[in-house]
């Protein structure tokens, strides 16, 4: 009942673990009261954090020019074909230009070419009608190994007058079709994200791969995290991803997974009971107070995944009766794709 839903479980335990947050061993032990304590605070202060950075200006900016229709943007439109096979693709060149969105017509109307520092300038008014501007100074996509592209080159920026609401700056090199190093760097709402990603390749259908992340507000870093997987090829020509590695800090928690579980090896039937087997998620606090570990539970009826937390006196919870951002990240349905 779980076939082709592996990876989005995967996905689900690591965004939950950002949610949540790194580890390391200890023999101080919290009561379950402590620990709910300080679950409950982590749920506080991430959630304080989200709203932040959804409410601010540049995420509703940006949200809004891309549901606008026929956006010229990357992501949005394709205006070019690339490589032997012809993927639709994204040239920024064919693109450039400065328009403004027309709302009554709901089009975006060229008012001249672009230059040569700004190719793609796009005037747009925000929901207090103040004119707002995104400028696309670079992009570039290159064409996977997967038969895909993969944008490789953006900077990008979104203004209220000589205000920076948003900015991106992404670059990242391909070898053999996939992703060998890249980096990005986001700021809104008064935050900053850095992510940096590295591949190590052991063979032309193998590699190890790490993922770093910063969330900093003020100068103080509110999440870190690293990721480290060994990333194979299947049979099918899909991405599996083994041998997790994960450490995940924000205050007050800290939580490391470690695990050996190895996708594509056993039939999906038997996942959580190999994964809760074969792997760990233990969570302590900060100064070093271990609060429990997490196990994996399915639901029978549905294809999604419960994060049961196992306190220290031997009691357990469902993290979605405890915290509203398991709770939502959880509640996101998963789609089968269509055979």
Request: charge should be negative; include cysteine.
């Given at each position: 009942m779980l076939k082709?839903?592996?990876?989005s479980i995967l996905f689900s335990v690591a965004l939950t673990a950002l949610t949540l947050v790194l580890g390391s061993s200890c023999n101080r032990q919290a009561d379950k009261a402590e620990s709910q304590k300080y679950l409950r605070a982590f749920d506080a202060e991430v959630t304080n954090h989200t709203k932040r950075i959804l409410l601010s200006r540049g995420y509703q900016a940006l949200i809004k020019i891309l549901y606008l229709p026929g956006t010229p943007l990357p992501f949005i439109m394709q205006n070019t074909k690339m490589g032997i096979d012809c993927l639709s693709a994204y040239?920024?060149?064919?693109?450039?230009?400065?328009y403004s969105f027309n709302e009554q017509t709901?089009?975006?109307?060229?008012?001249?070419?672009?230059?040569?520092?700004?190719?793609?300038?796009?005037?747009?008014?925000d929901r207090e009608n103040k004119v707002l501007e995104l400028r696309m100074y670079k992009y570039i996509e290159s064409e996977s190994a997967f038969g895909m592209t993969i944008p490789t080159v953006m900077q990008a920026m979104i203004l209220d007058k000589n205000n920076k609401l948003l900015t991106i700056n992404y670059s990242a090199t391909l070898k053999e079709g996939f992703p060998?190093?890249?980096?990005?760097?986001?700021?809104?709402?008064g935050y900053e994200c850095k992510i940096e990603l590295s591949t190590t390749f052991t063979s032309?259908?193998?590699?190890?791969?790490?993922?770093?992340?910063?969330?900093i507000k003020d100068l103080n870093r509110v999440i870190e995290a690293e990721i480290q997987a060994a990333a194979v090829i299947s049979e099918f020509e899909t991405m599996q991803y083994n041998q997790l590695r994960a450490s995940i800090s924000a205050f007050p928690l800290e939580v490391t997974i470690r695990s050996e579980y190895e996708f594509g090896k056993w039939a999906d039937e038997a996942f959580f009971s190999r994964w809760n087997e074969q792997s760990n998620i233990k969570i302590l606090t900060q100064d070093g107070r271990s609060l429990g570990f997490i196990t994996l539970e399915g639901q029978p009826a549905a294809d999604r995944v419960n994060l049961i937390?196992?306190?220290?006196?031997g009691s357990?919870?469902?993290?979605?009766?405890?915290?509203?951002?398991?709770?939502?990240?959880?509640?996101?349905?998963?789609?089968?794709?269509?055979?």
């Open positions: 082709n839903t592996t990876f040239d920024l060149n064919k693109a450039c230009g400065v709901s089009r975006w109307d060229f008012d001249s070419p672009g230059s040569d520092s700004i190719p793609l300038q796009l005037f747009f008014t060998e190093k890249a980096q990005m760097q986001l700021t809104m709402g032309r259908k193998s590699a190890d791969v790490e993922m770093k992340l910063q969330l937390m196992h306190y220290n006196d357990q919870e469902n993290l979605e009766d405890l915290q509203l951002l398991v709770k939502s990240i959880l509640n996101v349905k998963i789609v089968r794709p269509v055979n």
